[in-house]
Nanobody, 127 residues
């Protein structure tokens, strides 16, 4: 079992930055691939970024590539999402997720591949 708690959301102007954190419980954090997803009002949950359990591979949605950076600190059981150059279209509830996947370089991009989810943190970008 893994419990995930996101933090760092808030209200920011377009062009600004936020850093989301996701703290995980449990001693096996380093064995999980970690992902960030987001869901805007009236829209489906969508993939944002993922990092393999080894940290050796990272994957991004095209919409955030070059603006967002995912990273993990296995010693702190924490995964981060640094978001720069935020746009109003980035407004959503952001969720972190943990999944047990085969392969040290696997970066799952679909929500069904993740077994554990946080409660979400709201990010609002004003124009």
């Amino acid at each position: 079992q893994v419990q995930l708690v996101e933090s760092g959301g808030g209200l920011v102007q377009a062009g600004g930055s936020l850093r989301l954190s996701c703290a995980a419980s449990g001693r096996t954090f380093s064995s999980y691939a970690m992902g960030w997803f987001r869901q805007a009002p009236g829209k489906e949950r969508e993939f944002v970024a993922a990092i393999s359990w080894s940290g050796g591979r990272i994957s991004y949605a095209n919409s955030v590539k070059g603006r967002f950076t995912i990273s993990r600190d296995n010693a702190k059981n924490t995964v981060y999402l640094q978001m720069n150059s935020l746009e109003p279209e980035d407004t959503a509830v952001y969720y972190c997720a943990a999944g047990v996947v085969a392969g040290a370089l696997n970066t799952p991009r679909t929500s069904s591949e993740y077994a554990y989810w946080g409660q979400g943190t709201q990010v609002t970008v004003s124009s």
